[in-house]
């Protein structure tokens, strides 16, 4: 059985979807509840096994690493104030892993930001996580993908089956099914045209790669968009040395656009004990009929007494 002990997670994008917020604050870092995103994606890791978290950040992404530093400021505050859990959660932060960072100097596609870390990865097998997907199960979807590297011996990418009419906006996959979550994938195709897709099964920012695969990134010339598609680089590999589509259990929630990222942070919201019952309260009491395009209407006030 393979140890798998690293993981790359890539935050180098501009997060034009989310602007004007993100003109001054990586789009990582957005809050699901008290959480940013890319911490979701870190935990995840961890909870998996992987000991070594390698982010892939650009130029304005300094609050990314901030945030799984040290803030002795804060925590001496929350010290002072006697709220030793809440600074002992602080310096947890920082501990979650070994971090490592690299810039991607300049956007040209996932393959090209994967390119950046070869170096930090060497010639292991590592975990790619785009953490623009927020994955909730019971086991990890990252150690679902281990289990399945270990059992299939080949790199393995995460799907989940899409309405025809979303194919567009997906890598999509075909292959032959190994049992009925595993796949010995044949073709991808990054963002085929509506009608064209050989299948609804969707690749998610979930990846467990040998590391042939910086070779045929090298090999892969710009694609859909003018950037290097990893989904182009899979295909080389999948032809090379095989590979598999893995259907997780679990629910994914997509943070990469306004509406979706609202979905994900009231479901993320009704996960939370502390503060789901007030939220169901507020959510039943929204009067949906009698809003509009232009206020947003608030349920009435309820009386405490």
């Known amino acids: 059985m393979t140890q798998v002990t690293k993981a790359v997670i890539l935050a180098a994008g501009y997060g034009t979807r989310f602007l004007p917020a993100t003109k001054s604050q990586p789009k990582e870092m957005l809050p699901l509840v008290d959480r940013p995103i890319i911490h979701y994606a870190v935990q995840e890791a961890v909870d998996s096994g992987i000991d070594q978290v390698i982010i892939v950040t650009s130029h304005g992404k300094r609050a990314v690493e901030d945030y799984f530093d040290r803030s002795r400021d804060i925590e001496e505050l929350l010290v002072a104030k006697g709220d030793e859990a809440k600074a002992e959660e602080m310096r947890a932060i920082s501990r979650m892993a070994d971090f490592a960072y690299v810039r991607q100097g300049e956007m040209k596609g996932i393959g090209d930001a994967v390119m950046t870390a070869r170096h930090l990865v060497g010639q292991e097998p590592f975990v790619l996580i785009l953490p623009d997907d927020v994955i909730v199960s019971q086991r990890p979807a990252t150690a679902q993908l281990i289990d399945c590297f270990n059992q299939q011996q080949g790199s393995v990418v995460a799907v989940v089956e899409v309405p025809e009419a979303e ?89 990469g656009r306004p509406l979706s990222f609202l979905t994900a942070s009231v479901a993320m919201g009704l996960r939370r004990p502390e503060i789901a019952p007030q939220l169901r309260d507020f959510l039943r009491g929204l009067d949906l009929d009698a809003a509009d395009d232009s206020e947003p209407v608030a349920p009435q006030a309820r009386s405490q007494s």
Do not use: N, W
Request: charged share 30%; no cysteine; hydrophobic share 35%.
């Open 167 to 255: 194919t567009p906006s997906y890598g999509i996959v075909d292959g032959d099914p190994v049992d009925e979550r595993v796949s010995r994938l044949r073709r991808l195709v990054e963002k085929p045209p509506l009608g064209t897709a050989p299948s609804r099964l969707a690749i998610v920012g979930r990846y467990l790669l040998t590391a042939a695969v910086f070779d045929a990134i090298e090999r892969t010339e710009p694609g859909y968009g003018g950037e290097i598609q990893i989904t182009d680089a899979l295909q080389r590999l999948a032809d090379e040395e095989g590979m598999y589509a893995y259907r997780f259990d679990g629910t994914r929630y997509d943070t």
